[in-house]
Each structure stands twice: as structure tokens, then as C-alpha cells.
């Protein structure tokens, strides 16, 4: 009964993309999830540009008959790479996700990542409803994850400016940079650091498989973005050397600020501890509340167990939105499952 749609291969009409833009207006509100373009227009483009960008992008919608009822996603990052890494989304417009529509994107989703030698995919959720669909195919658990919001109006604005006047000049080696986008002498620095932020956020399982990205995709990405109205603030703190030792970014579509993803914070070991994290989350906030006045909300997922980003969201007023997980899946387990529900 469930149909799917790959995208990138269809004659995907007008009309069908109204429906899909319209199905996912009604998850953002009924579900409270993020949805960053402004119009299905947009969508479309950004969608047709990131399948032309990379090779490894398998967006796919799902309708029940003819209606347009849920999608569902694999993004084989890096498909060069020896063993590349894939992720996996899905959603659809339902309390409970059907097993029957879990199994429709599954049975498309196990081909492409065998066809791009993927053997492991993660998977990131931010509610309970996407956990619970994923869950179904028995992936490995691998951390609780938070969904927070900072609504601007209900923002701590004491706390936010106190940390802009005190923590610079208690920091006066640093020297503080907005990129957008990242220049080519920072870039080699930014992807060490950014991969490293990233494995070495606290987690509830030792071994993971470690979180790569290379300086070309880096380079492409922000290529997507000048293309599709996107920028991408990073604040960046430098020492006297001139190396790069934290920084902190969020997305932002120029066309609809007004909820923005606020993603990753790092801050070398050795600087930890000393109000940095602060100081570059509050610079952010100020700076795209200056620029982008219509930004109403900024929106972030952190590991249940990341206690030191916690407690600076948790001041700045971010709240608690929802809860999900992250997930790793292998191929072997996705086909698995599929035999089984076959049998
Ligand atoms: C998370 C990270 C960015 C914090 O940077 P930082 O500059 O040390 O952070 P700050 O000094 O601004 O603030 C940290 C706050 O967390 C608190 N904290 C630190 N460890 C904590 C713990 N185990 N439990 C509770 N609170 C803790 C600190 O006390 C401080 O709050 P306080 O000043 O009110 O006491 C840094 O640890 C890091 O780069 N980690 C690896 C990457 C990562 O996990 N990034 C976050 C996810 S995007």
C-alpha cells in the first residue's frame, strides 16, 4: 500500500513537491520539528542541488495511494572512502510510524547502501516517535539525545550579556573571528578540529566509529550553501599564534531565519573550563539576533550525558523540546530484519 519516491531519479511534478512541502508544514507543527525552507520552491532546489552536489544523497518520499504521507533518507557521506559513512532519516505523519511504512524505506535503503559499500549508517532522532520507527530493525543504541530550544523572548539576557563582558577580558589572548564561510588558511585547522570536537564528545558507549570529514566536503558543502541562501556563522577563537582553538556555528537559511540549527561547539582540551563555550554561544546568539531580526528561536540536539554543554544551554535558557536517540545500523542488520519480515 506504501509507495516510494525517489527523488532523485523521478519526474517529481509540481505538484507532488506542494504536497511534500505541505506534509512537512504539518509535521513542523504538529510535531514541533524543524523546517528550515521557506517555500516548496526552495525546497526543491536545495533538494535538487545537494543531489547534484553528492552523489551519496537518496532523499525518497512515501505516499499512501496518492497522498504524499512521510519520507525517509540515506546520505552515504564521502562515497570514495573505503568503508563511507552513511546516515539515515525518516519521518512521517503519525503518532505511531507504522511498521508497514518502517519497512517500505528499509527495503530501499538496504540496495544503496550496499551499492556504495556503506556498511554501517547512523542514525540521529530528536523524538521518541522516529526512535520507536528505527528501533524496529534493531539497530544498536547508542546515546539518549536532547532536543533544546532558546526561545529569544524567554532568553537568560543577564546571564548571556555578563559572559560577553566578562569572560573576553578575562580571555584577553584570545581574539575572537566571525567566518561565514570558513577562509581557505583556517580550513585545514577547522576540519581537524571539527572532526576532533566531535569524537570527543562525551558518550554512553566507548566504541564508536569514529566521525570523519574531509576538506573537500567541507569545501562543498559551503559551496551548497552560497548556492541555496544559507549561511553558516562560525565564531572561531584564535590564540596569539593565530591557531584556531574553539568554535562554535549555526545554520542559518537568510530567507527564513527565524528558527535556526545551532550545531557544533568545540573547544581544544587545554583551554576547557575557562568560560569559552559561554563566550562564543552567547556572540552567536547577539550576532544573529543583530543580523537577522526576524530570528525568533535557535535549536540545538546534545547527548543526554554531554554535561558541560548542558549547563551552558541549560543558563542561556534553552528548554528541553523533546527526546530521542542516535543509532547505528549495518547493512547486515537492516537485511536481517527484512528476511525476517519477509518470512
Ligand atoms: C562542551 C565544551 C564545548 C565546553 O567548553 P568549555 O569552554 O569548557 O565550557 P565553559 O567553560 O564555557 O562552560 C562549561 C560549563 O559546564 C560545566 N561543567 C563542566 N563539566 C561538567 C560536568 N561534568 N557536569 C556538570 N557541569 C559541568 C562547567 O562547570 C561550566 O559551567 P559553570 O561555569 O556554570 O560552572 C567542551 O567540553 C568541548 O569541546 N567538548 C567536546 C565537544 C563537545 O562535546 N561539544 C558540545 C556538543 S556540540
Known amino acids: 500500500m506504501y509507495k516510494v519516491i525517489h527523488i532523485r531519479n523521478a519526474a517529481f511534478s509540481e505538484d507532488q513537491w506542494r504536497q511534500y512541502y505541505d506534509l512537512l508544514v504539518k509535521i513542523k507543527v504538529r510535531f514541533k520539528t524543524m523546517l528550515s525552507s521557506r517555500s516548496w520552491e526552495q525546497m526543491r532546489d536545495r533538494v535538487a542541488s545537494f543531489c547534484e552536489m553528492d552523489e551519496g544523497f537518496h532523499p525518497m518520499v512515501v505516499s499512501d495511494g496518492d497522498e504524499i504521507i512521510g519520507w525517509g533518507q540515506l546520505w552515504v557521506r564521502d ?3 573505503p568503508e563511507p559513512a552513511g546516515d539515515i532519516s525518516l519521518d512521517a505523519y503519525y503518532d505511531e510510524i507504522p511498521r508497514k511504512f518502517v519497512h517500505r524505506v528499509a527495503s530501499e535503503i538496504e540496495p544503496l547502501m550496499k551499492h556504495h559499500g556503506c556498511i ?10 522516529i526512535s520507536d520507527a528505527i528501533r524496529m530493525w534493531r539497530p544498536r543504541e547508542l546515546n539518549r539525545v536532547d532536543r533544546f530550544r532558546l526561545y529569544r523572548k524567554k532568553a537568560n539576557l543577564e546571564a548571556i550579556d555578563h559572559w560577553l563582558k566578562t569572560i573576553p577580558a578575562a ?14 588558511e583556517h580550513l585545514p585547522a577547522y576540519v581537524e578540529t571539527f572532526e576532533r570536537f566531535i569524537n570527543e564528545m562525551p558518550t554512553e558507549r566507548e566504541e564508536l ?25 562560525t565564531y572561531a ?3 596569539q599564534q593565530d591557531n584556531l582553538v574553539a ?8 530567507l527564513n531565519p527565524a528558527d535556526v540549527y545551532q550545531a557544533i561547539t568545540g573547544v581544544l582540551e587545554e583551554y576547557r573550563g575557562r568560560g569559552i563555550a559561554k563566550w562564543l554561544k552567547a556572540a552567536l546568539f547577539r550576532k544573529i539576533g543583530e543580523d537577522f531580526p526576524a530570528n525568533e528561536s535557535m535549536t540545538t540536539d546534545m547527548r543526554a550525558v554531554n554535561e558541560p554543554i548542558q549547563a551552558v544551554n541549560r543558563q542561556m535558557g534553552y528548554v528541553l523540546e523533546s527526546q530521542g536517540n542516535e543509532f547505528e545500523t549495518s547493512v547486515n542488520d537492516l537485511s536481517r530484519w527484512l528476511q525476517e519480515e519477509k518470512d
Open 209 to 233: 566509529q569514529p566521525y570523519r570529514i574531509t576538506i573537500e566536503s567541507a569545501r562543498k558543502q559551503t559551496e551548497w550553501r552560497q548556492k541555496n541562501n544559507v549561511h553558516l556563522y
Open 79 to 81: 562515497t570514495d572512502a
Open 247 to 254: 568554535h562554535s556555528n549555526a545554520s542559518i537559511n537568510e
Open 120 to 129: 554501517r549508517a547512523h542514525s540521529m532522532t530528536e523524538s521518541q516517535r
Open 171 to 184: 580571555n584577553s589572548d584570545l581574539r575572537l573571528e566571525l567566518f561565514d564561510p570558513v577562509p581557505e
Open 237 to 239: 577563537l584564535l590564540n
